[in-house]
């Protein structure tokens, strides 16, 4: 399998985009400090939860780039979980766009893959996607 290298033609940042659900979150990496950004706040102002934390900051410690490289992360749609599933994917492809070497190991845990489930499309002549009318006999 062949690795997908995305870098900004000015800066030569690299780049990822992640999907979960219905959040989308592109993420750009550079070599730096640790300093983490998402939508011009704090990375623990953003994400409260120690989980949501935790979710994105398993990849990085996962390739060991965790104070090596600056991260600045735009995120919409979704709730705080989906946004942090979607965060995580799009980091694992920065990571693999900064140094193709990481690739395998990413791919290997997962990081690389596509959590597809979303919310079904109510149906017409339903309540919602499958919940029916009730039945009166009289």
Known sequence: MVAVVKKDKVSGDSLGTGRRKSSVARVRVKNGAGKITVNDRAFEEYFVNESERR?????LDHVGHRDKVDIFIRV???????????????????????????????????????????????????????????????
């Open 76 to 138: 919409s749609g979704g709730g705080t979980i989906s946004q942090a599933g979607a965060v995580r994917m799009g980091l694992a492809r920065a990571l693999v766009s900064l140094n193709e070497e990481n690739f395998a190991a990413l791919r290997a845990d997962g990081f690389l893959t596509r959590d597809s489930r979303m919310k079904e499309r109510k149906k017409y002549g339903l309540r919602g996607a499958r919940r029916g009318v009730q039945f009166s006999k009289r």
């Open 55 to 59: 979710l994105v900051m398993e990849t």
